[in-house]
């Protein structure tokens, strides 16, 4: 309570007013005859003392509360004594400070339970299994939660939508919905990635009123999988009837033949039942690639998290495989740096990748010839190489090595016991790894098929 020229003319209007009343009734008998000047003053200045000592009075006390409400403000009123040296007057200070102490604590207890609330909400936000979007004007992203910070693979998502997200269909939804346009109920569109994933788009608006800006609920949902799985069933039957029906038909035929003329010829029998065993593991070796495949493409998005050592994994396959190297009078040569090549994938599928590789080099390298398994290193990444001293390969024939079913020679592949979908899964599951394969091939000299995995940190 500063004082002041405008405290002074505040004071002369509380006095007046005090005295008002009375010099009113002197004045009346004044008119009267009854109350000369000199009483007339007398009185008025009676009065005006007295409400001069109670506004001098109000304003100290006023001061007290102020500083006692000061204190207030960081620590309990009823903890605030009254050193100030106020005395009991005419304003109900304590009374005051009281209600104010009650008010505190309900004030308190409702910031303390919306906190709570607020703090759920966030925990159960980012509990969230889909990415969720809260989007202001100008397509801003206000907030994230958890999920949507690992799809889009960043720590903070700020700024406007189109940094992470630019089809156009979604981007007119946003725009349209701002506007108070309604909302389209579904929006599928691909977000870029390692792998292209397939999502569809949920728009909710919070508007209450009708002049209020809305803020918009943008929630995904990750169809990639089930796509995949949809488009998988559909190839599945495309290959599989292609390549089961050679196969089958020669099934049947040795069947009629072996029931029809050959029904007493043991000689025939040994024959066709020799035949018979060849196709039929040839279709069990068709339907377990195709359903290793499956497998791999739908995880395929999701990178593996373990350790990997590969001098491990190499030895492993080499040992497998040797015997088999041996029947072909050709040899497995591991190149190994000395040091620790350790990489973050899957054990059982990286075996996989590089069993196929090196029965691949023994199957079409030449006649008593070496194959080389050689790892190198290069920055963060370990470069992992199959090389065999065949035939080699086209280069017209490269680009298309890992689509399913393709052969480069289809009689030499069906003969040597290929179903062609070898290298399909091999690129699938490099890609689940975050790598790449890398295929050289010299006519008249060999090939060479490079993995490059990322090595493992920490």
Same mark, same amino acid.
């Given at each position: 309570?500063?004082?002041?020229?405008?405290?002074?003319?505040?004071?002369?209007?509380?006095?007046?007013?005090?005295?008002?009343?009375?010099?009113?009734?002197?004045?009346?008998?004044?008119?009267?005859?009854?109350? @000369?000047?000199?009483?007339?003053?007398?009185?008025?200045?009676?009065?005006?003392?007295?409400?001069?000592?109670?506004?001098?009075?109000?304003?100290? #006390?006023?001061?007290?509360?102020?500083?006692?409400?000061?204190?207030? %403000?960081?620590?309990?009123?009823?903890?605030?004594?009254?050193?100030?040296?106020?005395?009991?007057?005419?304003?109900?200070?304590?009374?005051?400070?009281?209600?104010?102490?009650?008010? /505190?604590?309900?004030?308190?207890?409702?910031?303390?339970? *919306?906190?709570?609330?607020?703090?759920? *909400?966030?925990?159960? =936000?980012?509990?969230?299994?889909?990415?969720?979007?809260?989007?202001?004007?100008? /397509?801003?992203?206000?907030?994230?939660?958890?999920?949507?910070?690992?799809?889009?693979?960043?720590?903070?998502? @700020?700024?406007?939508?189109?940094?992470?997200?630019?089809?156009?269909?979604?981007?007119?939804?946003?725009?349209? %919905?701002? #506007? @108070?346009?309604?909302?389209?109920?579904?929006?599928?569109?691909?977000?870029?990635?390692?792998?292209?994933?397939?999502?569809?788009?949920?728009?909710?608006?919070?508007?209450?009123?009708?002049?209020?800006?809305?803020?918009?609920?943008?929630?995904?949902?990750?169809?990639?999988?089930?796509? +995949?799985?949809?488009?998988?069933?559909?190839? =599945?039957?495309?290959?599989?009837?292609? #390549?089961?029906?050679?196969?089958?038909?020669?099934?049947?035929?040795?069947?009629?033949?072996?029931?029809?003329?050959?029904?007493?010829?043991?000689?025939?029998?040994?024959?066709? =039942?020799?035949?018979?065993?060849?196709? *039929?593991?040839?279709?069990?070796?068709?339907?377990?690639?195709?359903?290793?495949?499956?497998?791999?493409?739908?995880?395929?998005?999701? +990178?593996?998290?373990?350790?990997?050592?590969?001098? /491990?994994?190499?030895?492993?396959?080499?040992?497998?495989?040797?015997?088999?190297?041996?029947?072909?009078?050709?040899?497995?040569?591991?190149?190994?740096?000395?040091?620790?090549?350790?990489?973050?994938?899957?054990?059982?599928?990286?075996?996989?990748?590089?069993?196929?590789?090196?029965?691949?080099?023994?199957?079409?390298?030449?006649?008593?010839?070496?194959?080389?398994?050689?790892?190198?290193?290069? @920055?963060? #990444?370990?470069?992992?190489?199959?090389?065999?001293?065949?035939?080699?390969?086209?280069?017209?024939?490269?680009?298309?090595?890992?689509?399913? =079913?393709?052969?480069?020679?289809?009689?030499?592949?069906?003969?040597?016991?290929?179903?062609?979908?070898?290298?399909?899964?091999?690129?699938?599951?490099?890609?689940?790894?975050?790598?790449?394969?890398?295929?050289?091939?010299?006519?008249?000299?060999?090939?060479?098929?490079?993995?490059?995995?990322?090595?493992? *940190?920490?």
């Amino acid at each position: 309570m500063s004082s002041g020229p405008g405290n002074f003319w505040r004071m002369l209007l509380f006095i007046l007013l005090m005295i008002s009343p009375l010099g009113l009734l002197l004045l009346l008998l004044d008119l009267q005859g009854g109350v @000369g000047a000199k009483d007339y003053a007398l009185l008025l200045a009676a009065v005006a003392m007295p409400a001069l000592f109670v506004y001098l009075r109000m304003m100290r #006390e006023l001061r007290t509360v102020a500083r006692r409400m000061e204190r207030a %403000a960081v620590m309990s009123p009823l903890d605030v004594t009254g050193t100030d040296g106020a005395r009991a007057g005419l304003l109900p200070v304590d009374n005051l400070l009281l209600a104010m102490e009650q008010y /505190r604590r309900v004030l308190q207890h409702m910031l303390r339970e *919306t906190q709570r609330r607020q703090d759920e *909400t966030a925990l159960l =936000f980012d509990l969230l299994p889909d990415p969720v979007l809260v989007l202001g004007r100008g /397509r801003q992203i206000n907030r994230s939660n958890a999920a949507a910070k690992r799809f889009f693979h960043v720590e903070e998502m @700020g700024g406007e939508l189109t940094r992470f997200i630019r089809h156009p269909a979604l981007l007119k939804a946003v725009d349209a %919905a701002e #506007e @108070g346009q309604a909302l389209h109920e579904r929006i599928e569109f691909t977000v870029s990635d390692v792998v292209p994933r397939h999502v569809a788009g949920y728009l909710v608006s919070l508007k209450e009123e009708e002049n209020a800006e809305a803020d918009l609920i943008l929630t995904l949902h990750d169809l990639t999988e089930s796509r +995949r799985m949809q488009q998988m069933r559909v190839d =599945f039957i495309a290959n599989a009837s292609h #390549e089961l029906r050679t196969p089958l038909a020669i099934l049947v035929g040795a069947l009629e033949t072996l029931v029809g003329p050959a029904r007493n010829d043991l000689a025939a029998h040994e024959r066709f =039942f020799t035949m018979m065993q060849t196709q *039929t593991t040839r279709m069990s070796q068709l339907v377990n690639d195709l359903l290793s495949l499956s497998q791999i493409e739908i995880n395929e998005h999701s +990178r593996p998290t373990g350790r990997v050592d590969m001098a /491990r994994l190499l030895t492993g396959v080499a040992d497998l495989l040797r015997a088999k190297a041996v029947k072909l009078e050709k040899s497995i040569r591991l190149d190994l740096p000395e040091r620790d090549v350790i990489v973050t994938g899957d054990f059982d599928q990286l075996t996989q990748v590089f069993t196929n590789l090196v029965d691949n080099a023994l199957k079409y390298g030449r006649e008593k010839s070496e194959v080389t398994v050689r790892v190198t290193i290069s @920055g963060q #990444e370990a470069r992992l190489s199959v090389i065999d001293e065949g035939e080699g390969i086209a280069e017209e024939h490269l680009s298309r090595l890992t689509e399913r =079913f393709y052969r480069v020679d289809n009689d030499r592949s069906r003969k040597l016991g290929g179903t062609g979908l070898g290298l399909a899964i091999v690129k699938h599951i490099v890609s689940r790894h975050r790598g790449q394969l890398e295929i050289s091939s010299t006519v008249g000299k060999g090939s060479c098929f490079t993995v490059r995995l990322p090595l493992a *940190t920490g």
